[in-house]
């Protein structure tokens, strides 16, 4: 059973910073890309930031503000965010596409979610 866990959200105020954590645990051989989504009230989940072994990628509202790193030896994708503004306010989750057995295909897995709010 593999289970992904998220820590790091809270309340900020305008041009503050928050790093989000995101473990992997459980029944694991293999992770490929891991990414950070936010969904906000009203509207659709989208992608934040996605990193695999080689590259990593970030939605054009973020670009310059927030860091997507990951720890292989821990399992962990974290999300550095700075200069953080009212529109980054939601709920932020991790993915993964994790294979827990050489006779296993990926298979994506979700955070339970995490709430950030910019507010003054």
């Known amino acids: 059973q593999v289970q992904l866990v998220e820590s790091g959200g809270g309340l900020v105020q305008p041009g503050g910073s928050l790093r989000l954590s995101c473990a992997a645990s459980?029944?694991?051989?293999?992770?490929?890309?891991m990414s950070w989504w936010r969904e906000a009230p009203g509207k659709e989940r989208e992608l934040v930031a996605r990193i695999t072994r080689d590259n990593t990628d970030y939605a054009d509202s973020v670009k310059g503000r927030f860091t997507i790193s990951r720890d292989n030896a821990k399992n962990t994708v974290y999300l550095e965010m700075n200069s953080l503004k009212p529109e980054d306010t939601a709920v932020y989750y991790c993915n993964a596409n994790i294979r827990e057995t050489p006779a296993h295909y990926y298979h994506p897995y979700w955070g339970q979610g995490t709430q950030v709010t910019v507010s003054s």
């Open positions: 459980g029944s694991i051989f293999n992770i490929n890309a």
